[in-house]
């Protein structure tokens, strides 16, 4: 069974930064890309950034150069390093892992990492 566990998350000031860190584990298939979704309150999860096998990334407008995506493929973690942090970036973070099989696209998520920016 394949299963996302994050790290890191909390509360910071505007401004600040913080990292997250997710590790997959339990899957037979390598993962095709790793990445981080956010859902803030009242709102739709929505992408933030995703990267590949390798390496490719695709970031969201919102984050560009702010946030920078790191993957550890032999190791199968994903880091997600947020810098200049916003009071709209507070969510809660979910790391995604997509396989991609014979019969499908297939999804796993972790449980999610709350982020809160605030002064």
């Known amino acids: 069974q394949v299963q996302l566990v994050e790290s890191g998350g909390g509360l910071v000031q505007p401004g600040g930064s913080l990292r997250l860190s997710c590790a997959a584990s339990?899957?037979?298939?390598?993962?095709?890309?790793m990445g981080w979704y956010r859902q803030a309150p009242g709102k739709q999860r929505e992408l933030v950034v995703v990267?590949?096998?390798?390496?490719?990334?695709n970031y969201a407008d919102s984050v560009k150069g702010r946030f920078t995506i790191s993957r550890d493929n032999a190791k199968n973690t994903v880091d997600l390093q947020m810098n200049s942090l916003k009071p709209e970036d507070t969510a809660v973070y979910y790391c995604?892992?997509?396989?991609?099989?014979?019969?499908?696209?297939?999804?796993?998520w972790g449980r999610g990492a709350q982020v809160t920016v605030s002064s």
């Open positions: 995604n892992a997509v396989v991609f099989r014979s019969d499908g696209r297939y999804d796993y």
């Open positions: 339990g899957s037979r298939f390598s993962f095709n890309a």
């Open positions: 990267i590949n096998s390798g390496g490719k990334t």
